[in-house]
């Protein structure tokens, strides 16, 4: 929040706006709605990437695709995410001054740091008009303003036009962005003493050093989100250390200069597609497959066809940086693992795995191409490929695992179900390894009649078919085995995963007389068994002729991924095929339940007041904060358990804010014996838990 007044407002940008910034996309929804919780997680994203502040509603922001409600809409989601401890700008453009005006009176309102302004568009032709324009949207506001030189507003302004424009008192600068380097080097030159000019390319620092001038902010770009992981920042780092004065050409060559080549090439191939509009189509695409969301663009521009997006990710897979998964605590900071479906604690995320968020997925069987296009346009986070005709769960023929993997983008999850397997190892191998040469995201290996040690022995020789490729291997009991004669345990699921080297399980059923899940396995027994394989670093997954009115049940166990069919069909039936609508609403009930917008128990007591520390320095001989924002409840628990292994002599305080994982890591310090010490609420929403492990002190 702006801490100035307006005569101050140049001063405070000289101090201020320093570093990265980032330009934010507007994520839309499958019914083309504005994501704001796609928005607030992208929020977080660039935020973990050190990113000094962030701009909402530029043209990258299809501002001109969105109605007046939905640009106040965006700008309160924005600022309440940011909620004063984020730098962030508001673009407040329109062709109508008066709203304008407004615009800029509501982003003031909201919080807002400063405001972006360009050319009225439309009508605006002459130098004059702009800066007169521009003079009465300041003269509104106490707000700090940088003028946006880009020829989408259909006039480009020279600099002489741009000295103009800074000498309206609370203009403090120029984004130079009219793809013109003679502009930018001119404009560097002739405003840059007295205003800040920020051109949003890494050109200009070679320029600034040849020429002697110097651009303290890079004023903003998507680069960032595209080109960094919360683990590698190098773009973000470069950025930094140039914009204070260090200009490391070989840390750049090494770094980033590929894939800032691979950017260029496909920016300006889409422009020159779309007759010089900017790619919005293409960063959105490209943000997806680095775990923001996207959506849809809006009329009158067109998404990237599958195709596009195949070709785009084939390029940029090889050039993401890539984590290290580390065994033991090496930093006072411990962050959980990114949310992964069969991600198992000893293995790296594979790239198909890298999504952001926490708490339940949504997995969705199809059997055909069109099914796997509904539960993709309803945004099922995972489509599970199986055969539903042959007996018992079968698996889905090569030719249709083959083609929906090539119609669905690659940065998404699809899965691939074997269904119950015979007890022959090299037969069930070699079905495992088919479906890793088709790059399934992950292969599901079914038991029913088959006794313990020759289960291990099947899954064991199936992760040796995976060998080093990044498809995960689930194990999988029925909950209803117990029906059928010699069947296996189900309540051995565990056990069986670890002993047979999975990534992670899956409990289902084969009964389809209308019970389900719950009907064989009550709510007590599946979260025990999903709490013990979290503190283990495996990934869970129930299905089951689930329906809507076992959400509830579920969040209450809070498994990693709920796998439903009938639920998101037409009618219902699983006989049906899958409808997008349906499968967008138990989505969004999900969801619900995710956020702790739906309560689905007797709320948990939180401690507004005090904050522990005093008792941590006091009792322990350390303080350790595992911070499981965005991160999936497996990894948290993971986390927590290895920081107890390893040091039992350290307060831990958690932060957490997913409201299904909160419940579970306090059930889980209760279960495993340790002491609750206190629980703040924050402002954000985030919750502060102290732990006190057993053992010390007492």
Not at 72 to 96: C, F, K, N, P, Y
């Amino acid at each position: 929040m702006a801490g100035y007044r307006k005569h101050e407002a140049q001063e405070w940008a000289w101090q201020t706006l320093k570093g990265q910034w980032t330009t934010l996309v507007t994520p839309f929804t499958p019914d083309n709605r504005v994501d704001t919780e796609g928005l607030r997680s992208n929020i977080r994203h660039v935020q973990s990437l050190g990113v000094r502040g962030g701009g909402c509603t530029w043209n990258m922001g299809e501002f001109w695709s969105l109605t007046e409600a939905e640009r106040r809409l965006v700008m309160d989601t924005v600022a309440d995410e940011a909620a004063g401890r984020w730098l962030i700008g508001a673009h407040v453009t329109d062709t109508s001054l008066k709203e304008s005006i407004a615009l800029a009176e509501h982003a003031q309102d909201r919080g807002f740091d400063l405001l972006i302004i360009a050319p009225s568009y439309m009508v605006t032709k002459t130098e004059d008009q702009v800066v007169d324009f521009v003079a009465q949207v300041a003269d509104s506001t106490d707000l700090a303003m940088m003028f946006y030189n880009s020829p989408q507003f259909g006039i480009t302004i020279s600099p002489q036009g741009l000295k103009r424009l800074c000498a309206i008192p609370n203009v403090v600068g120029v984004k130079e962005a009219s793809f013109n380097q003679q502009i930018s080097i001119e404009t560097h030159l002739l405003v840059g003493r007295d205003a800040i000019i920020s051109t949003p390319d890494e050109w200009i620092f070679h320029k600034a050093r040849e020429l002697g001038f110097h651009q303290q902010v890079m004023f903003a770009n998507t680069s960032d989100w595209r080109f960094d992981t919360p683990l590698h920042n190098y773009y973000t780092q470069f950025i930094d250390r140039a914009t204070a004065g260090d200009l490391d050409v070989e840390f750049y060559n090494r770094h980033l200069k590929d894939i800032k080549a691979l950017s260029d090439k496909w920016w300006g191939g889409t422009m020159k597609k779309t007759g010089g509009a900017l790619p919005v189509s293409m960063c959105k695409a490209w943000g997806e497959m680095m775990g923001m969301a996207g959506g849809s663009v809006r009329a009158p521009l067109t998404d990237l066809t599958d195709e596009q997006k195949g070709a785009l990710w084939r390029e940029l897979e090889p050039l993401i940086p890539r984590p290290t998964v580390s065994r033991e605590p090496q930093r006072e900071v411990i962050h959980g693992r990114p949310h992964a479906p069969w991600l198992n604690g000893n293995r790296e995320p594979g790239r198909h795995l890298d999504l952001e968020g926490s708490g339940m997925m949504l997995l969705v069987s199809a059997q055909n191409k069109a099914e796997a296009l509904e539960a993709d346009r309803g945004g099922a986070d995972i489509i599970d490929l199986k055969n539903l005709q042959e007996a018992l769960v079968g698996s889905a023929h090569p030719s249709l695992v083959r083609e929906v993997r090539e119609i669905i983008p690659p940065h998404k999850h699809v899965s691939v179900t074997l269904g119950v397997v015979p007890n022959q190892p090299g037969t069930v191998a070699m079905a495992v390894h088919a479906a890793t040469m088709m790059d399934a995201t992950s292969v599901k290996v079914g038991f029913q009649v088959a006794d313990y040690e020759t289960a291990v022995e099947v899954l064991r020789e199936s992760r040796a078919a995976i060998g080093n490729a990044e498809t995960k291997l689930i194990g999988s009991l029925f909950a209803d085995n117990l029906l059928f004669d010699g069947g296996l345990d189900p309540h051995l699921m565990v056990q069986l995963a670890k002993d047979g080297e999975c990534d992670g399980f899956l409990i289902d059923t084969l009964t389809k007389d209308g019970r389900n899940l719950f009907d064989f396995m009550p709510e007590p027994v599946l979260r025990d068994m999903v709490m013990e394989a979290k503190a283990a670093g495996l990934s869970t997954a129930l299905s089951g002729h689930l329906k809507l009115e076992n959400l509830d049940e579920l969040a209450r166990i809070n498994p990693d991924i709920v796998g439903v069919r009938g639920a998101v069909c037409s009618s219902g039936e699983r006989d049906r095929a899958v409808a997008w609508e349906a499968v967008a609403y138990f989505k969004e009930q999900l969801d619900l339940r995710k956020s702790g917008q739906i309560d689905v128990r007797a709320p948990v007591g939180v401690a507004h007041n005090g904050n522990g520390s005093g008792n941590g320095h006091q009792n322990g001989s350390g303080w350790t904060i595992i911070d499981g924002r965005g991160k999936n409840c497996a990894g948290v628990i993971a986390a927590l358990s290895r920081q107890m292994e390893y040091d039992r002599t350290s307060f831990i305080e958690a932060i957490l804010h997913d409201a299904l994982n909160i419940y579970d890591v306090i059930y889980w310090t209760e279960q495993a014996g340790h002491k609750l010490l206190t629980q703040r609420k924050e402002n954000d929403g985030t919750l502060r838990v102290l732990i006190q492990p057993y053992g010390n002190g007492r």
